[in-house]
């Protein structure tokens, strides 16, 4: 994967279906911009080229197999990333920009129905992925996610809302990111069970320290976090 070409920074919220990335990426977004920052919130998968056939899959408007939908996914965050005016070029601008689901959601849920060498494929897709400067994993217990799921739309569930997937996503996430911290990824992992209010709060505390760090060496910006 790929250095972010910034000065801005490239900050992703993951979680489990439910588990509140969608509520807390604006929020952060608005406490940045009081700070003058420029912002830029997105989520994927995106309204996109390559976005657009996703969109009806989870709807279960159609079935895909597990590598076409992975394909599909990655083409999406690459076209997320490099179409001119996308991520990268806003990073280049200067811009903060604040992710809603990114390459750990394709670890987590495409890896339900990949085997090995299939997910060392998608590993592959995704080498000219940009890393992000840290990534919030809102960790929530499945219960808690399926019942904001359920008050917040009781309607319908997409393909993946189900208790028993769920918890295996919630594993594939926890084992993804032992993976990524060992390539010295940034990953914060967040108790998303708390009220909005309390998750924001900590969200923006650990956030702080991406200014704090901005003119330390790499080693220096790791052990930061660690405090
Ligand atoms: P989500 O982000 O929860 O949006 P919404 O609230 O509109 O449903 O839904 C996206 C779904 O797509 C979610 O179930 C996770 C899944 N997904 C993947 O399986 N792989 C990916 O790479 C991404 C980005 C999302």
Redesign the pocket.
């Known amino acids: 994967m790929q250095p972010n070409p910034g000065p801005g920074k490239l900050i992703v919220m993951e979680g489990l279906?439910?588990s509140g990335?969608?509520t807390q990426a604006p929020r952060l977004a608005q406490w940045l911009r009081h700070r003058g920052l420029r912002v830029y919130v997105t989520?994927?998968?995106t309204p996109g080229a390559a976005g657009v056939f996703?969109r009806p899959f989870?709807a279960r408007r159609f079935a895909l197999d597990g590598k076409t939908?992975a394909a599909l996914?990655s083409a999406?965050?690459l076209d997320h990333l490099y179409a001119p005016g996308g991520v990268a070029d806003r990073l280049r601008a200067g811009e903060w920009v604040l992710m809603?689901?990114?390459?750990l959601?394709?670890f987590?849920?495409?890896a339900l129905s990949l085997d090995a060498a299939e997910l060392q494929w998608i590993d592959h897709l995704h080498a000219p992925c940009l890393i992000p400067d840290v990534t919030f994993f809102l960790d929530a217990p499945v219960r808690v996610c399926l019942d904001r799921i359920a008050a917040g739309r009781a309607s319908h569930f997409?393909?993946?809302?189900r208790e028993d997937i769920l918890k295996r996503v919630r594993r594939n996430y926890l084992d993804v990111i032992v993976w990524l911290r060992q390539q010295r990824q940034q990953i914060q992992v967040v108790d998303g069970s708390r009220p909005i209010a309390d998750v924001g709060a900590d969200v923006r505390k650990r956030t702080r320290l991406l200014f704090d760090s901005n003119a330390l060496p790499p080693v220096e910006q790791a052990a930061l976090w660690e405090r």
């Open positions: 279906d439910g990335t969608s989520r994927e998968p996703i989870l939908l996914f999406d965050r809603d689901r990114y390459y959601s394709s987590a849920y495409q997409e393909i993946f809302e």
